[in-house]
Nanobody, 123 residues
Framework: HVQLVESGGGSVQAGGSLRLSCSASGPTYSSYCMAWFRQAPGKQREGVAA???????VYADSVKGRFTITRDHGKNSLNLQMNNLKPEDTATYYCAATPRVGHPTIAIRQYDYWGLGTQVTVS
């Protein structure tokens, strides 16, 4: 069983940067595909970026070139570096994990484990 805790959210002006982190616990974390999702008020949760155990990544078109997802197996952590933030990036950001896929995916239905989220506000 994997437990996920996000941190690093906050408020920033447009054009600024934030770095989100997700601390994962559980003996099989290193074998899981990991991802970041986000949900804005009144909107559905959407995939942002994902990374598999080989560090292969996939990004939503809306964040390509601005966001970078990385993972540190030694620290059991997942990170999301967000640069050139825009007001439309405002949302609650969630860390997620799944043992069920062998490639990076931002398909929400594939994910079994979720953190509680961290708020990102861009003005």
């Amino acid at each position: 069983h994997v437990q996920l805790v996000e941190s690093g959210g906050g408020s920033v002006q447009a054009g600024g940067s934030l770095r989100l982190s997700c601390s994962a616990s559980g003996p099989t974390y290193s074998s899981y595909c990991m991802a970041w999702f986000r949900q804005a008020p009144g909107k559905q949760r959407e995939g942002v970026a994902a990374i598999d155990i080989t560090n292969t990544t996939v990004y939503a078109d809306s964040v390509k070139g601005r966001f970078t997802i990385t993972r540190d197996h030694g620290k059991n952590s997942l990170n999301l570096q967000m640069n050139n933030l825009k007001p439309e990036d405002t949302a609650t950001y969630y860390c997620a994990a799944t043992p069920r896929v062998g490639h990076p995916t931002i398909a929400i239905r594939q994910y079994d484990y979720w953190g509680l989220g961290t708020q990102v506000t861009v003005s």
